[in-house]
């Protein structure tokens, strides 16, 4: 049986799952706000040092390592977050890696649960 759709705070309805057409815009803005404080990559720290450590790890661990999952992996992720601690960022045993899927949904789900 399928579920009853849902009024948005803007009083449009919204089909069970969906988000409206005002949640979708005021996302959007919010992340534009986000990402126009946030350093660059590279002045993150991901610059092209990284991307050959980053590539040489992936040859050696090309799996990823979330239980259950074993899909081709595409990212190096920090076990724990770095937070600019270079010590931290350029420790291997924090390193394990991902596919894109885990590291987007899995691993940031967990990091926002965990408030790391």
Request: charged share 30%; with cysteine; glycine share 6%.
């Amino acid at each position: 049986m399928p579920r009853p759709p849902h009024i948005c705070s803007c009083g449009n309805i919204v089909p069970h799952g969906e988000r409206c057409a005002c949640q979708i815009k005021h996302t959007r803005e919010r992340n534009r706000r986000h990402d126009r404080r946030r350093p660059t990559a590279s002045q993150r720290g991901y610059g092209s040092k990284w991307r050959a450590a980053r590539d040489a790890f992936l040859k050696i661990n090309d799996r990823c390592a979330w239980p259950g999952c074993g899909e081709l992996a595409t990212v190096v992720d920090h076990i724990i977050p770095h937070r600019g601690d270079d010590r931290l960022f350029w420790d291997r045993s924090n390193w394990q890696p991902l596919c894109t899927s885990c590291h987007s949904r899995r691993k940031q789900r967990q990091e926002r649960y965990r408030g790391a």
